[in-house]
Nanobody, 121 residues
Framework: EKQLVESGGGSVQPGGSLRLSCAAS????????MGWFRQRPGKEREGLAF???????QYAASVRGRFAISKDYATNTLKLQMNELASYDSAMYYC???????????????WGQGTQVTVSA
């Protein structure tokens, strides 16, 4: 069984919006830190938005003010609302989870399979 399953990716025009979802299994405890990463073609994977168990959030400068991370705790589903999308946002987007935000993205991180986002006119 997959621990994290993303959905909501697709194609959108510049300036448009998309909302990504990440369904987490019970293996991903509600106390885990969760977040979103992306990898653009020819670029390294980058962290975009983190949500800690206490509700605090962190955003990368590249998405701050445009993206918003949230969680439906009843269903253990992570969300990423993406607004004002531009061509440079085109990437494979990944959901991730770890015990602590300080280790999110490290070796102990659980990863989703990824969902493609393409922004073009």
């Amino acid at each position: 069984e997959k621990q994290l399953v993303e959905s909501g990716g697709g194609s959108v025009q510049p300036g448009g919006s998309l909302r990504l979802s990440c369904a987490a299994s019970s293996y991903i405890r509600t106390t885990y830190c969760m977040g979103w990463f992306r990898q653009r073609p020819g670029k390294e994977r980058e962290g975009l938005a983190f949500l800690a168990s206490d509700g605090s959030t962190q955003y990368a400068a590249s998405v701050r003010g445009r993206f918003a991370i949230s969680k439906d705790y009843a269903t253990n589903t992570l969300k990423l609302q993406m607004n004002e999308l531009a061509s440079y946002d085109s990437a494979m987007y990944y959901c991730a989870a770890a015990r602590e935000c300080v280790t999110l993205g490290a070796a102990s991180t659980a990863w989703g399979q990824g969902t493609q986002v393409t922004v073009s006119a």
